[in-house]
């Protein structure tokens, strides 16, 4: 099982940047997705998340700003951040609760990091 993160980039202030997470693999079925960043000397955050049956969550810095959104038959997790600020600068990685086969045994999955900047 893989998750590839897309879509970080360098962006000004006020900007907008979508980020994309494609899990891959031999997958029973994924439960919750969600975003998470980490700034330099910073602890990881939990940005956003989406169960599989739509239930959301927002960290009270990214709401009215940030939407997350899923397309179950593709095992995909996009955020749509607008309005970005200095502030938001950090990696973001993509996170899946999900249960792989064979095993079926429920885990959580991590993507690798995407880079996003924001500049003043």
């Known amino acids: 099982v893989q998750l590839q993160a897309y879509g970080g980039g360098l962006v000004q202030a006020g900007e907008s940047l979508r980020l994309s997470c494609a899990a891959s693999?031999?997958?029973?079925?994924?439960?919750?997705m969600g975003w998470y960043r980490q700034a330099p000397g910073k602890e990881r955050e939990l940005v956003a998340a989406?169960?599989?049956?739509?239930?959301?969550y927002y960290a009270d810095s990214v709401k009215g700003r940030f939407t997350i959104s899923r397309d179950n038959a593709k095992n995909t997790v996009y955020l749509q951040m607008n309005s970005l600020k200095p502030e938001d600068t950090a990696v973001y990685y993509c996170?899946?609760?999900?249960?792989?086969?064979?095993?079926?045994?429920?885990?959580?999955?991590w993507g690798q990091g995407t880079q996003v900047t924001v500049s003043s």
């Open positions: 693999g031999s997958i029973f079925s994924i439960n919750a």
């Open positions: 989406i169960t599989s049956v739509g239930s959301i």
């Open positions: 996170n899946a609760d999900l249960v792989p086969m064979p095993t079926m045994i429920e885990g959580s999955y």
